[in-house]
């Protein structure tokens, strides 16, 4: 039931007006100023009343209610003048003395009607905003007066806690000069903005919103409503969006960089062929007392660390080829020291801790170099201020008791190869996450977040495994587990000295290809003075017109993979048809995809990288020649 507040100074028109309103609705007859903190929908005042309570108290009274709270003003006609200042601006309604009861009763449920509608309107915006879920607040007098359950469930904080807030509390102090701008222009009746980014803080992390503001009248006063659309999640996929486009770009240019670095190596390996092999026959006729014999071997000997160096460079940007053979993991660690110290800087001190008689492993001795110069690379990165790499080899045995305790571990002799660093180290959830593809807690630009993908790739391609210890500020250590090789008929022993003279040819006939000219003149020259029989061709096509010039009557045919006109294997399978018995031996100066690696494994053809020794190419004749009679 509606209540009415009769505010009129006669009292026997009070009286009668309460008698007759009271059949209907609830009415409070207010004898003093003290009546009007009672609740009521509606207030019947006279005009002796407007002066003494209506301003300022009456105002704060309607200012105070968040919907409409109507008055309806009774005046005779010679107070009509003192009420204009008030009317409408403050009073809802007027009518004239004598009332007549009919016309007052249409009024009073007008304007009771007009507040009903305004109570619902608000309960629907109240409903609306308790239940949206976008963040939904009200800012006056600079303190957040409404949160609703979205925007308190988004601080962390109880409603009453919330409520009474600065309103810059709860954003991030980055963007709380941002909101303040706004807050000013609204405040100095300037427009706002359309919508700005912030972030809210809250105590699980920070939250990014969509927010937007308007200036409303709330309660009778200026204020704010605020309105945050919780845009998280996009955010997120945005910045790994452009994130992974970054490692695109990078990891393309890193492939485009492995395809330059293949063709600069495979021209570098031609003419590291074409030294080696000259300075091989000039040593070949001069003594070795003589001085200029100790010239020529240090060219040659530097001609192979030439070798040896472009190998492991090639190292960051190919695909080694898988060829598993008995692995000196100190020797290699050993050999591949002058590499890090260049690598690595010379603000970082590296120390080895290398087991005497460490056990060899069955291995992929390139592909085991570039796990250890990624995990060396790592640890530089994570020592930006300088510090110490260590790098310890050590044989471990893992009983069924031990393995247990260690991650992906199992029983059996292994050799660890671990890598420590003195750098800022990894908290428990980066631990966990540094061996995904493109992960990466470096700065864009620094690393694609492949290296240790790679490691844990390769280390698993050996069946082994590695484990990782760090604690920020503590450092980290890399252990990788191999298995020991300990059957010594599968170690790979160091090939004998054999003297040139006991490799050379029996007259065999062999057809070489190679287009590039220095390297085949070379290759001829060495063969003939060996006792080989040689055609030459530079592509393909000429290849195949010697072979039928010559009927096929050759041994044996050394071909680059790589010709002008199509490859040495197509070659090869073309010569095959026509002289099925014909021995094969491939080389190449392409250590990448160029090289066919994988396809010549499949065929059974032996294969020499280039650049190769005399020593090496006699060697390597003679085995194929050899093996090919006994099953013949």
Known sequence: MNRILLFLEHRENRHLLAEYLSRQYEVIQAEGKQDLDSPFDLCILDGLALDRFFEPVMARKKAEQSVFLPFLLVVSRPDVGMVTQYLWRTVDELILMPIVPVELQ??????LRARRLSQESEARYYALAENSPASIFIIQDDRMIYANPSLTEMIGRPDEESVSLLFTDFIH??????????????????????????RLMKPQGVRWMEFRASAITYRGRFAILGIALDFTERKRAEEEKAKMQEQLLQSQKMEAIGILAGGVAHDFNNLLTTIQGYTTLAM?????????SRNLNQVKQAAG?????????????RKQPMEPASVAV?????????????????????????????????ADEGTIEQVIMNLAVNARDAMPKGGRLTIKTENVALSEGDSQDISEARSGQFVCISIADTGFGMDAKTVERI????????????????????VYGIVKQHEGWINVYSKPGKGSVFKVYLSALLTKAHQKNAKEEIPIQQLQGKGERILVVEDEEEVRKLTVRMLRKNNYRVNEASNAQEALNVFEQERGMFTLVLSDVVLPDQTGLELVDKLLLRQPKLRVLLMSGYTD????????????????????????????????????????
């Open 106 to 111: 249409a009024r009073v449920e007008i304007l």
């Open 173 to 198: 102090p980055d963007d709380r000069e941002k909101i303040l701008a706004t807050y000013q222009a609204l405040t100095a009746g300037k427009a706002a903005p359309g919508y700005c980014e912030i």
């Open 284 to 292: 070949m006729k001069i003594p070795d007392s003589d001085p200029a």
């Open 305 to 317: 660390r030439a070798a040896n160096l472009t190998r492991q460079l090639l190292l960051f940007s």
């Open 330 to 362: 100190n020797d290699l660690v050993n050999d591949l020291l002058k590499m890090l110290y260049r690598l690595i800087g010379e603000d970082i001190t590296i120390t080895t801790e290398l087991e005497s008689d460490v056990w060899p492993i069955l």
């Open 435 to 454: 061996f995904e593809p493109f992960f990466t807690t470096k700065e864009v630009g620094r690393g694609t977040g492949l290296g240790l993908s790679v």
């Open 593 to 632: 995809h160029k090289s066919q690696w994988p396809v010549i494994q499949k065929k059974g053809f032996r294969f020499l990288q280039k650049p190769y020794a005399l020593p090496d190419l006699l060697r390597t004749l003679r085995e194929i020649i050899e093996v090919s009679k006994v099953k013949a």
